[in-house]
């Protein structure tokens, strides 16, 4: 009979967690725990705690130092993932919570908000610690609208339609993906995906105003057929398609997790480019403003495309 791993969450700890990546990152689990500012002895005793918890060796132990096991590394993977969406909820909870003065306010769109401000915030806040920031998370069409009323300095979207009113920069190249359920007639056909069938095919989207349904819009046409399905998040279309109610296209960014746990299965399109940019706006009068520039300083520092993630 398989050993039985206890309740995960009853025991396990984030520095655990940390200690384990920078082995793999420093090479050696002394160096890991002395960037962790522990003990070695208490980083040696943490990865025993750690690997009778899971059942299995992460390091293998020599006179000469210790090295990641085959499962350690691919423990270390898995890690990554949820140190990454710590730091990101850390990063996004402080810029929502904060209670006082509001000297850089930035509205984002939904994908832009989940996935890619969390790090320009940390990194922004690392630079201008004096600087506090407020975010609120709007579709695409009512970013637009309060960084012109005034409401917000900067605004992030993913509509591919931007006013003349106000200054854009791009600041990420996007990729779109067809997904469905595994039960899903799309998810085992062998022809790749064309444009005419996907223009005739209803849906499951996001709500009008959504930069991912302007930019279909956009791209295929006008005249596509009313949404299967119309709902507010990107979850809750993501656990609609995992049930295989419909198909939907959305940012790889935020169906990159689900694919790679195979719950959604991306179907391959014929030639089709459905790349997007990604904008940030800004009025023109906060050209002089320090706060905004020097976040768009970090947003360039930090822009990439989704496939080098």
């Not at 059942?55 to 499962?71: K, M």
């Not at 009512?142 to 009113?165: C, K, M, Q, Y």
């Amino acid at each position: 009979m398989s050993p039985v791993i206890p309740n995960i969450d009853q025991w396990l700890s984030l520095s655990m967690l940390r200690l384990l990546t920078s082995v793999a990152e420093l090479g050696s689990l002394s160096a890991a725990a002395q960037s962790c500012g522990i003990a070695q002895s208490n980083a040696s005793r943490s990865m025993k705690t750690l690997e009778r918890r899971l059942g299995y060796p992460l390091l293998h132990r020599t006179p000469q130092g210790s090295s990641l096991t085959q499962e350690g590394k691919l423990t270390v993977e898995w890690a990554r993932g949820v140190l990454d969406a710590v730091d990101r909820l850390a990063a996004g909870a402080e810029s929502l919570a904060h209670a006082g003065h509001e000297q850089l306010s930035i509205s984002a769109s939904m994908t832009i908000a989940e996935h890619l401000l969390p790090g320009w915030l940390g990194e922004f806040r690392k630079q201008q610690p004096q600087v506090s920031t407020k975010l609120r998370v709007l579709n695409s069409a009512d970013v637009i609208a309060s960084v012109e009323s005034g409401a917000a300095a900067l605004g992030f979207v993913e509509t591919p339609t931007l006013p003349t009113t106000l200054h854009s920069a791009p600041v990420w190249t996007d990729q779109l993906v067809v997904v469905v359920g595994a039960e899903h007639p799309w998810a085992t056909r062998s022809a790749p995906l064309g444009m005419e069938e996907l223009a005739a095919t209803p849906l499951i989207e996001r709500e009008e105003g959504s930069g991912t349904r302007a930019f279909l819009d956009y791209l295929v046409s006008n005249d596509r057929p009313a949404p299967l399905l119309e709902l507010n998040s990107i979850s809750a279309i993501c656990h609609a398609v995992m049930e295989s109610i419909g198909p939907a296209v959305l940012s790889r960014l935020a169906v990159d997790s689900y694919l790679r746990a195979g719950q959604l299965v991306e179907v391959p399109t014929d030639g089709m480019a459905l790349n997007r940019l990604m904008h940030v706006l800004w009025r023109g009068e906060a050209d002089s403003a320090e706060a905004v520039r020097n976040f768009l300083d970090v947003v360039g520092t930090k822009t990439r495309t989704t496939n080098d993630r």
